[in-house]
Nanobody, 121 residues
Framework: QVQLVESGGGLVQAGGSLRLSCLVAGRTFNRYALGWFRQAPGKEREFVASITWNAGSTYYLDSVKGRFTISRDNAKNTVYLQMNTLKPEDTAVYYC??????????????WGQGTQVIVSS
């Protein structure tokens, strides 16, 4: 059984930065592509970014390109999302999950609790 533990969210002013982390326990971490997703109040969960098992390729939602960077440390079973130049529309609960493909809109495993990001204007 996979356990996903997201952390690093918080309250930040527009233009600020946050670094999210997600610990993936219970699977052979380096066999899977991983993704970050987010869900804003009243909206469906959406894909944000993904990274291949060996970090050789990444893929981003158009609205975060150039501002967010996904990375992973296979030795620590952890995937990261560096978020710069944050905007109020980035406000959401952020989740990580395994993904079947780089453009997957759903996760492979049960969702974790997520980490809340609030960007004030």
């Amino acid at each position: 059984q996979v356990q996903l533990v997201e952390s690093g969210g918080g309250l930040v002013q527009a233009g600020g930065s946050l670094r999210l982390s997600c610990l993936v326990a219970g699977r052979t971490f380096n066999r899977y592509a991983l993704g970050w997703f987010r869900q804003a109040p009243g909206k469906e969960r959406e894909f944000v970014a993904s990274i291949t098992w060996n970090a050789g390729s990444t893929y981003y939602l158009d609205s975060v390109k150039g501002r967010f960077t996904i990375s992973r440390d296979n030795a620590k079973n952890t995937v990261y999302l560096q978020m710069n130049t944050l905007k109020p529309e980035d406000t959401a609960v952020y989740y990580c999950n395994g993904v079947a493909s780089m453009t997957s809109k759903s996760g492979l495993w049960s969702w974790g609790q997520g980490t809340q990001v609030i960007v004030s204007s």
